[in-house]
């Protein structure tokens, strides 16, 4: 079974920090890997998603992740978070299951303060 | 659109009850799943439906049972719930994977669950 690593589970950081969220995953061929956020209260939304080509992809709110193919890794990076970035960030990977399934890894709680 | 819908939001249950948690999605996407969230685990699959027809356990299977009732609405079913079954249950839907490549995702809102 696929396994999905997210480190550092609590994050902390003023408004304008730059942040880093790391993924590693645990599978050899090819992979289709996402980033989903959750705002406080909220169901899972995408922020962006890998399926091939540019390894470096773009998502929404100024989110971009880089797919390092030799590091079986998928790090999200903002340049400057604003306080409502403060949310549950989560890792997804589809590999080799033959259909749509995902593993998740077990989140990033953000918190961003003022 | 209401895109995925479920029912309750909210549910208490003693230990021992039977519930059934509902699903439904109308953006006529062939696959559908269950997962719960438990602080710290992140989203672990129970369930899903890769189409109508077909259900597959997913990593934590036991205790719950599954209906794709038919392409819109897939339930969750409870026949004797657990206090370590309180959680967060989330359903969600997708396009079927082609060509090796995977759809995003669309969650519902969740269902608060707690097992007394």
């Known amino acids: 079974a696929q396994s999905v690593s997210q480190h550092n589970h609590h994050v902390i950081l003023s408004e304008a920090a730059s942040l880093e969220l790391g993924c590693n995953y645990s599978y050899g061929g090819t992979v289709n890997l996402f980033w989903y956020v959750q705002y406080p209260g909220q169901h899972l939304q995408l922020l962006l998603k890998?399926?091939?080509?540019?390894?470096l992809v773009k998502g929404i709110k100024g989110f971009e992740a880089e797919f390092i193919k030799s590091k079986f890794s998928f790090n999200l990076r903002k340049p400057s978070v604003q306080w409502s970035d403060t949310a549950e960030y989560f890792c997804a990977v589809n590999a080799g299951y033959g259909n749509n399934r995902l593993a998740f890894g077990k989140g990033n709680q953000v918190v961003v303060i003022p | 659109n209401a895109g995925v819908t479920q029912t309750p939001k909210f549910q208490v249950l003693k230990t021992g009850q039977s519930m059934t948690l509902q699903c439904a999605q109308d953006?006529?996407?062939?696959?559908m799943y269950w997962y719960r969230q438990d602080p710290g685990m992140g989203l672990r699959l129970i369930y899903y439906?890769?189409?109508?027809?077909?259900?597959d356990k997913g990593e934590v299977p036991n205790g719950y049972n599954v209906s794709r009732l038919n392409k819109r609405e897939f339930s969750l079913r409870l026949e004797s719930a657990a206090p370590s079954q309180t959680s967060v249950y989330f359903c969600a839907s997708s396009e079927a994977q082609t060509s090796g490549r995977s759809h995003e995702q669309f969650f519902g809102p969740g269902t608060r669950l707690t097992v007394l």
């Open positions: 953006m006529n996407h062939n696959s």
């Open positions: 439906s890769a189409s109508e027809g077909t259900t």
């Open positions: 890998y399926f091939s080509g540019d390894p």
